[in-house]
């Protein structure tokens, strides 16, 4: 089977693997990687649990194949906060009760991260928007948005004092 | 007694874990010289196995076991034991599992599965469940008569496709249509739907070479898998280990008994090696268990005043090719089948009916979802009938202190207010001010629809819990209750309540998440909303023993009487000299006197919970006490309908329920939110489609849709009223399920109310919607 070197930075670290053409950059990273974080829901690319973030754009990683990321950052959920710390959107997450099974929250978070690298201040509806491709069974959804209009709004304060 | 901790809306327990990605799920697991397992499925709905070769999939490379049906002379089930571990003889519908692997890798599993060859012969099969029990139809289950069941609660008779038959008498139904003024009869359905928790079913098996098995499961319930596994295969209780970690959602799907004996099996022919099974969506969809469809004819009398004096209620639902659980499904709407009113005559013949389709199970609500879209559409098409107001209707008719139930149960100022719950809905949608509603222009009407609901857990009158607190060295406690919370939040609320019962901070309080049967005590199952009801009884009552104890060795110690005793932030001491104190660290692993001399011992408190006062119910009549409690409910709902298109879009949701007291405000409301969207699934979109092979043929994601996030009420409105629950924990209920149930009802109430076209079938679908439009234009 053809296989290739690729090298990349996942979670700000550089990696160089050697990965079969085939297989999926959710395969590589839960498999080969260890970061089982990263969750496979449907493994076609409708349901949103394994949204990661390359170059900051968010992609599903069971439609991506690995050799696609040779040469770009990667980022998941592993790499959102350190040790016993968590970042503003995950506090956010768990200030407004925006999880329940928890299975989905990982590629939640991921596409809010999306989200907000490129619109610090979005609306409802691009909130919605933003996450329509991440299924979540539990919460109704609605404590999502409101973590995520928090995140933002916190984003906003910290950055006008700063 | 103060309560500071009870009703908060502290965050759940295991959000950091959740939010960070270190939640460890099935799925997650990896163990030495684990395999992974691979099903292969029938593409027909009937036919008769006529040959399988698995030579080729057994010589490929890295392939350890290929199981066939054969070889499996076992039969599984919760209620009805009627389910093989692999299809054996005949496959009874689309996507049943006809052969597993386990090799190396998935990708060498796959490759095996699909070299299997499998000879079918297609038989004649029967999709639905009014032609499955004609005389005539096929037989899905020819062996029915020799299943084992549970006598004098199920009724099945041999030689037909009737797996159960529940019934349900109540006073004299043909005396009630006398009296009546005006006699209403309608045929609703809805079709099967899927439960779509995010995390498809995964099994970890290791069958290992002493005979013993330890399973990691995405199930809903440690101890029912292990009790069903134990029986089907003839091995101790003692021999079986089943251990659930984190659940990425279940909603009934993962109760009872499903991927585990398979993937055991696979381990034993595999060389004792461990394998692992990742159902993948497709197979979530076709192969793993659904929510029944069902047909309901009901016929009702009321007088000109709007008394309901006589209900006559067939239903009939779609099992699917199984019916292990469904059959208490069926059992269930016999006894609560007539929704939340006060009627003297109530006649239910309730059949659980076998097709060659994908099976049913319990899913979030367990029969009511589906019942109460007949009940509750039924109930606005009498009003209408008599020209009464649907709500005023109701309101006549509800059950309130001094109403007998249809099983002969009275209901008392305790049981919880239906009534309080519809007045606050109809109150919250302005359902008295509809008249003056605005239309949104451009084809855009709006429209006001109410619902009511209950629901009582379903469960055996033997139903049992049991939880133990065991203190550690620093006063910290160890709560161990194997009910498992996949998001729920029950979790949190027995840290709660063991925290103010204890008297000590929650984060004291260390709940054990791996659910073990192998280390922790005995729950029944994780279902039926019933796990803050009793579980919090069963907490509560170890907090109590673990005072109790400690209590004992202060009283000793400081030489005064248990009852002048009290316990606040972790110490115990004196009532009237509260300086006279001893920490509970002193105590916990027992008391040492000045001297040396030690009393008591480690501090462990034990607290069970049994169903006390349920009753078998009669064969015949169905009169009987079936209910631990009943959880109340009602919705109001604003839409506004696109005429042009037959699209929905919610604008508002108001939900009430009687929880009896809320444990923890914002888990509460996050069960009510989330269950709301889901019932507003299966009102608007959810549907099986088969083709006319009865091949399911939107088992993905891409054809099979659930609500994202632009699909969510524009505001909603979570109503909670606290009639207290006697024998509940702190006087609450469960209210799990209940958010689901009505939602459709309350939909199609709007839509009839506004439009006047009444539409009997779910979804509400645009499709569906427009075409009951267009009839009703071309009528008109």
Known sequence: MDSHTIEFEINGKRASLEVVSHRTLLQVLREDLHLSGTKEGCGEGECGACTVLVDGRSVTACLTLAVEVDGCSVRTIEGESEGPDLSPLQEAFVKNHALQCGFCTPGMIMSARALLERNPSPTEDQIKEAIAGNLCRCTGYRPIIQAIREAAARRKDQSAKG | ???????????????????????????????????????????????????????????????????????????????????????????????????????????????????????????????????????????????????????????????????????????????????????????????????????????????????????????????????????????????????????????????????????????????????????????????????????????????????????????????????DYGVNIGRAAGYSGAGPYDIDNVWIDSLTIYTNRPFGTAYRGFGHVEFFWAIERQMDMVAREIGMDSCDFRMRNLLRPGSVTITGEEITENTGSVEKCLEAVAAEVGWKERSSLGSGGNGKVRARGIAVLHKAPAMPSNTAISAILKFNEDATVDLMISGVDYGQGTATAFCQMTAEHLRIPMENVHFIWNKDTDRMPYDWQTVASRLTFMGGNAVIRAAEDCVSQLKDMASRALDVPVGDLEIQDGKVFVAREPARSIDYRALVMGYMFPSGNSIGGPVIGRGTCIAEG???????????????????????????????????????????????????????????????????????????????????????????????????????????????????????????????????????????????????????????????????????
Request: charged share 20%.
């Open chain 2, 1 to 323: 007694m103060s309560e500071g901790l009870i009703g908060k809306g502290v965050p759940r327990i295991e959000s950091f874990e959740k939010v960070t990605g270190t939640a460890r799920f099935v799925g997650d697991m990896d163990l030495p010289g684990m395999l992974h397992g691979r099903m292969l499925l029938s593409p027909h709905a009937h036919a008769r196995i006529v040959r399988i070769d698995t030579s080729k999939a057994e010589s490929l490379d890295g392939v350890a076991a290929v199981l066939v049906g054969e070889e499996l002379p076992y039969r599984l089930g919760l209620y009805m034991v009627d389910k093989p571990v692999l299809a054996s003889g005949k496959v009874r519908h689309h996507g049943e599992v006809v052969a597993a692997v386990a090799a190396v890798s998935e990708e060498i599993a796959a490759r095996a599965a699909d070299l299997i060859e499998v000879t079918y012969e297609p038989l004649a099969a029967v999709f639905d469940p009014v032609e499955a029990v004609k005389p005539d139809a096929p037989l899905v289950h020819e062996d029915l008569h020799t299943y084992h069941t549970i006598k004098g609660v199920f009724f099945p008779r041999p030689h037909t496709n009737i797996a159960n038959h529940a019934r349900l008498r109540k006073g004299d139904v043909e005396e009630g249509f006398a009296a009546a003024d005006a006699i209403v009869e309608n045929e609703f359905s809805l079709p099967q739907v899927a439960h779509v928790p995010l995390e498809t079913h995964r099994t970890v098996a290791h069958w290992k070479r002493n005979g013993a098995i330890e399973i990691w499961s995405s199930a809903q319930s440690p101890f029912a898998v292990r009790n069903l596994l134990s029986v089907a295969l003839g091995m101790s209780h003692s021999r079986i280990r089943v251990v659930v970690p984190h659940v990425g959602g279940a909603f009934g799907g993962k109760a009872g008994i499903h991927l585990e004996p398979l993937v055991s099996l696979l381990s034993r022919k595999a060389g004792h090696r461990p394998v692992k099974l990742a159902a993948t969506r497709e197979e979530e969809f076709s192969t793993l268990p659904c929510r029944q469809g069902l047909v309901a004819r009901i016929k009702t009398g009321v007088t000109k005043e709007g008394k309901i004096t006589a209900q006559k209620i067939e239903y009939l639902w779609d099992a699917g090719a199984y019916a």
């Open chain 2, 614 to 780: 349920l009753t078998v119910l009669d064969p015949e009549t169905g009169q009987g006490l079936p209910a631990a409690n009943w959880t109340f409910g009602a919705h109001g709902v604003e839409i506004e309908i696109d005429t042009a298109t037959g699209e929905i879009q919610v604008l508002k949701l108001a939900s009430a329920f009687d929880v009896g007291r809320v444990i923890n405000e914002a888990l509460c409301r996050g069960q009510v939110v989330g269950g709301c969207l889901q019932g507003l699934g299966t009102a608007l979109l959810e549907t099986f489609i088969y083709n006319d092979e009865g091949c399911l043929i939107n088992n993905s994601f891409t054809d099979y849709k659930i609500p994202t996030a632009r699909d969510i009420p524009i505001e909603t409105k979570e109503i909670f009223i606290e009639t207290p629950q006697l024998n509940g924990p702190h006087g609450a209920r469960g209210v799990a399920e209940h958010p689901m149930i009505s939602i459709p009802s309350a939909v199609g109430n709007a839509i009839a109310d506004a439009l006047g076209v009444e539409i009997m079938e779910l979804p509400l679908s645009p499709e569906r919607v427009y075409l009951a439009l267009k009839r009703k234009g071309n009528r008109d």
